[in-house]
């Protein structure tokens, strides 16, 4: 069945500062999955704070948002069939120890906290991260 859809991708800052940029998107582009938007930005902690509200429960929410803040990201709109599963499979799981062969935080995470790349988990949560991004 035809499902285009949307999702939110972010190239964390440890993948930003060794220059993996190009080869991540080069997965994705590989893999079926557009980039219909791009952008290299550096976010305040207070707006990495509003971006991952969903976890401020958790321990490690305030070293999250100091990291993600901590250097510049490439934020990306990918779209695809079944664009937001899609995506997750090529990340691998959340501690790279843990990932699959050749996803991307396989091949390039150094940490569960430094695992190079988010990606929205839904498609409710990925209208609302890219909402976030990419309003107007
Ligand atoms: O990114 P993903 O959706 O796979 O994982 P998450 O459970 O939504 O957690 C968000 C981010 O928090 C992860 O990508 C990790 O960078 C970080 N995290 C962490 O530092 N320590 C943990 N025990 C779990 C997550
Ligand atoms: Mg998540």
Known sequence: MNNIEQTLSIIKPDAVERNLTDEIKKIFTNNNLNIKESKKIHITK?????????????PFYNDLCAYLSSGPIVVMILEGQ????????????????????KTIRKLYGISIDKNSVHGSDSTE????????FFKN
């Open 82 to 101: 079944n664009a937001v599963l899609a995506n997750r499979k090529l990340m691998g799981a959340t501690n790279p120890k843990e990932a699959e062969e």
């Open 46 to 58: 207070d707006e990495a704070s509003e971006f991952y509200k969903v976890h401020q429960s958790k």
């Open 125 to 132: 949560n990925a209208k609302k991260e890219i909402e976030f």
